[in-house]
């Protein structure tokens, strides 16, 4: 990037004051926070504090409210001219959780090098998308936004107004768009949006909204966060420093990020006859599906993660007994890890069957736009075809009975169906139980339901974990009901 001269300043204003009402709104807002040349000089800014991030996608109900992370020790650093950033946080668990209670992230961006740190110190290099998200994310401050903006290599456009203030478009000299809104009263950076692609969302708006700001160095500065991802609340934050040009650190990529980006773990998808006609389609990854065979069709339960996930286990399914049709599938709840893949099944003409409460949300899953990856069923579009489950539903044919039942009383799971298999007492289920699990908070949920049903569990065909003997699941549950990690 070029190094500030008095020179280019002047060029600069000269070029900005004459000029279009877009870039009238950039320098109104770069005037009310201190000035254009003030903000052009700044090299380097850094902001610390605590707030609350939302757990996407992992609601009770798709309507309730996101459980929520508590964040402690954030701190943002950029350097604008080497066009770096690095965040690091603490997420301690506020919600009932079966994995690690607190969790540290450590994830920068070194020009068009995004990384992540693990725990152990491992550096790893993180994909295009992430590297384009984390490009965008950093300018989600005014200080970066406005220094983007009143580049010469950037392009102001499409300016609108309403009753809060004004936006215009910024295409940065990378090519990133985002749209600046302006407060109409103060002129200060109301808040910055970006297009982000969401596997389960697809196209979506990241829009980080200022407020509560106050001077530091001469310089106007939010001290308040929030930024939301489409409809849904990501992170509420409030800084408690911003620091501006001190040294922060080295925010150059780690040496181990700098190859190339690693390939994608490749998606394995194995089949095991778990009992006739049944069978547990594991390999890669946590997250199983299960497949049933009836009289002439084929059921699948679950389509979870992802588009390459769920594809590999429809291909798999459809190996298996190629002589019947795979016509539905049973999306055990609507969590995003558990409905990924509800695209790709509708893309492929399977029939979905799921708790009725989840019915609206799928409809609206289904009918979301995905421009910017373009999935399977964007490509290909289908209607939904969807059975909804009130409490129960048994299906049967003379070769293959499955019950399904709603799940009750489950603290983190409202829309919740499990699959029983009386010829063979085969409980298969999602997220009542996980053989891998730290603890298990919820887990006299599962034989509370048993018994609300009387049924008789044997074995446990998980979507997640190993296969284990109902006893064992007890013993497991037992011993790690509230045990700490
Ligand atoms: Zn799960």
Redo the contacts with the bound molecule.
């Keep these: 990037m070029k190094k500030f001269t008095l020179a280019s300043a002047i060029i600069l204003l000269a070029a900005c004051s004459g000029t279009s009402p877009e870039m009238q709104v950039v320098r109104g807002a770069a005037e009310a926070m201190g000035g254009a040349a003030r903000i052009q000089s700044i090299k380097s800014l850094s902001v610390e504090g605590e707030g609350l991030a939302s757990n996407l996608g992992q609601n009770r109900m798709p309507d309730d409210e996101l459980p929520t992370w508590k964040v402690t020790g954030f701190k943002r650093s950029m350097d604008f001219e080497n066009g770096r950033m690095r965040v690091r946080q603490t997420r301690t668990v506020q919600f009932l959780f079966a994995g690690a209670s607190e969790q540290r992230l450590d994830q920068g961006i070194d020009g068009d090098v995004a990384y992540n740190i693990a725990e152990s110190g491992m550096a790893s290099r993180a994909g295009d998308a992430v590297t384009k998200d984390r490009r965008l994310e950093m300018l989600h401050h005014p200080v970066a936004v406005l220094r983007a903006a009143m580049d010469p290599k950037a392009k102001i456009e499409n300016l609108r107004k309403d009753e809060n203030g004004e936006r215009v478009d910024v295409t940065t000299a990378n090519g990133d768009l985002v749209t600046l809104a302006v407060d109409s009263g103060t002129r200060l950076p109301l808040r910055v949006t970006s297009m982000t692609y969401n596997a389960n969302l697809g196209d979506a708006a990241i829009e980080t909204t200022f407020s509560d700001y106050e001077t530091v160095n001469g310089l106007k500065v939010p001290t308040h966060f929030v930024t939301k991802i489409d409809k849904y609340p990501q992170f509420d934050f409030r800084a408690n420093r911003t620091v501006i040009d001190s040294n922060s650190g080295d925010l150059a990529a780690p040496a181990d990020a700098k190859g190339s980006i690693p390939l994608p773990a490749a998606v394995t998808v194995t089949a095991e006859e778990v009992g006739k006609g049944i069978w547990w389609l594991a390999g890669s990854g946590n997250?199983r599906s299960i497949l049933f065979e009836f009289d002439d069709h084929l059921v699948l339960f679950e389509a979870p993660l992802n588009e390459l996930r769920t594809k590999a286990v429809i291909d798999t399914a459809r190996t298996l007994c190629p002589e019947k049709p795979l016509t539905h599938v049973i999306v055990s709840h609507h969590?995003f890890?558990?409905s990924g893949g509800l695209r790709v099944a509708v893309a492929e003409g399977l029939t979905v069957i799921t708790q009725r409460a989840n019915v609206e949300f799928f409809k609206e899953l289904v009918a979301r736009k995905h421009s910017i990856v373009q999935d399977a069923l964007a490509r290909t579009p289908k209607p939904l075809k969807i059975e909804a489950v009130d409490e129960e539903m048994t299906l049967k044919d003379r070769a293959m009975e499955v019950r399904l039942y709603h799940l009750r009383d489950n603290p983190r799971e409202g829309t919740n169906l499990f699959a029983y298999v009386p010829r063979d007492r085969m409980l298969v289920q999602?997220?009542l139980y996980?053989s891998t699990w730290l603890r298990h908070p919820w887990g006299d949920n599962l034989p509370f339901n048993l018994t609300l049903h009387k049924l008789q569990v044997e074995k446990d065909v998980p979507?997640?974990g190993a296969i284990q003997t109902y006893q064992d699941v007890l013993k497991t549950i037992a011993s790690k009901k509230t045990s700490a990690n």
């Design positions: 997250h969590h890890d558990h999602a997220d996980d979507v997640h």
